[in-house]
């Protein structure tokens, strides 16, 4: 059967799982929640990341894992009072603070084990055993049609659930993911021009391909080059976590971008010094934004916010044709959020180059 739910971004699913959150803990909503997806598309990564903000106990269980004894627990008898009791497993939540219980793989999980998973979703509890108000229960699972190891969930199941179809997003996930990830320029700039190589498992799946392209393997890319030197080396790593042609058109925006980037130069040369070393491409301008984010401290945030001043100004000094101001903008607004997560708001505010910015913005109604 399909799943007849809203599909959303990994940024949106985060989102509704904190509205629903803050709904639990007010006492006005207690449900538990579904997030269908394709392998790789951020599932856990969202579940991780809320745990993260609401400052909750992750409980992750991987349910083609386990038999349904690990939920319920083991038989003992008791002597005492003559009858036989249960000893509740380790790994369900019982604390007064917040948990998250995160049922991975439900619909790979093995038939046998859903009477006992749907105690959990509808009634909170597994025998004797019932989970605190503080915990919020969210599984997760690929679809039959996404090529994984899945089974068709049943209306006894389903019913139990709220459920969100996750799809991958380039926006949302340059966005959302990417500087907080620390996802290498070269990658992040990659997926900014070339959106439709995010996720490409239908595309593969048609081809009879077994690797394709999705965020949890563009986030292995990113880690093969941040660790491994040789390029050779690389190269077939890379070819064998998103396939052989997205390595190979990857391959030569890397090796542009290595050539022309020059994040830590630029941050340590003096402002008049630093305008031969803004690259020429739409590539290497655009690695230079998510490098210079991804290097920006409270001690260099000042330079960091005069390198995308200038940027801006680049247009009629050999950029025609390149959307430099909109690069600039977009800078800026990951810049802002970076000052803002970690603190560093006073530097933007003591900034003349950002105050600049500002009015112009403003002189001209945009936000």
């Not at 006492?27 to 951020?42: D, E, F, I, K």
């Not at 993260?52 to 008791?78: K, M, N, S, V």
């Not at 290595?258 to 690695?287: F, I």
């Not at 970076?338 to 505010?349: I, K």
Request: with cysteine; proline share 5%; aromatic share 6%.
């Amino acid at each position: 059967m399909s799943v007849n739910a809203t599909t959303v971004s990994a940024g949106e699913a985060l989102r509704v799982l904190e509205a629903g959150w803050a709904a639990q803990a007010a006492g006005g909503l207690t449900a538990s929640w579904m997030l269908h997806g394709r392998p790789g598309v951020g599932k856990t990564e969202v579940v991780q990341t809320l745990a993260r903000r609401i400052g909750a106990d992750l409980f992750d269980l991987r349910l083609t894992t386990i038999e349904p004894q690990d939920l319920r627990g083991l038989p003992f008898f008791d002597h005492e009072r003559a009858r036989t009791v249960w000893y509740r497993p380790e790994d369900l939540p019982d604390g007064d603070g917040p948990a998250i219980l995160f049922l991975d793989e439900l619909t790979a999980a093995a038939p046998a084990l859903q009477p006992t998973v749907y105690g959990l979703l509808q009634e909170r509890r597994v025998g004797r055993h019932r989970l605190p108000d503080s915990v919020l229960i969210v599984a997760a699972g690929n679809r039959v049609e996404d090529g994984a190891i899945a089974y068709d969930m049943g209306t006894a199941l389903s019913d139990r659930l709220i459920h969100v179809i996750v799809q991958a997003s380039a926006e949302d996930w340059l966005k959302t993911y990417a500087v907080p990830a620390g996802i290498h320029p070269s990658v992040a700039a990659f997926i900014r021009t070339r959106p439709d190589l995010l996720e490409t498992t239908e595309d593969s799946l048609r081809r009879g391909q077994m690797i394709a392209c999705t965020p949890r393997s563009w986030t292995r890319v990113s880690r093969i080059m941040d660790t491994v030197p040789d390029r050779a080396l690389r190269q077939v790593m890379v070819a064998g976590t998103v396939g052989a042609a997205p390595a190979a058109e990857f391959a030569l925006l890397a090796d542009e971008i290595a050539a022309t980037v020059q994040v830590d130069a630029m941050l340590a040369t003096p402002r008049r010094e630093r305008a031969a070393m803004y690259p020429r491409t739409l590539h290497g301008l655009t690695a230079l934004v998510y490098g210079l984010i991804g290097a920006a401290t409270r001690e260099n945030l000042s330079t960091a916010i005069e390198i995308l001043a200038d940027l801006r100004g680049l247009g009629g000094q050999g950029y025609s044709g390149l959307p430099v101001s909109e690069l600039a903008s977009f800078g800026f607004e990951l810049l802002i959020g970076r000052a803002l997560e970690r603190g560093w708001e006073e530097v933007f505010g003591q900034s003349p180059d950002y105050a600049a910015y500002a009015a112009e913005r403003q002189a001209a109604g945009l936000p």
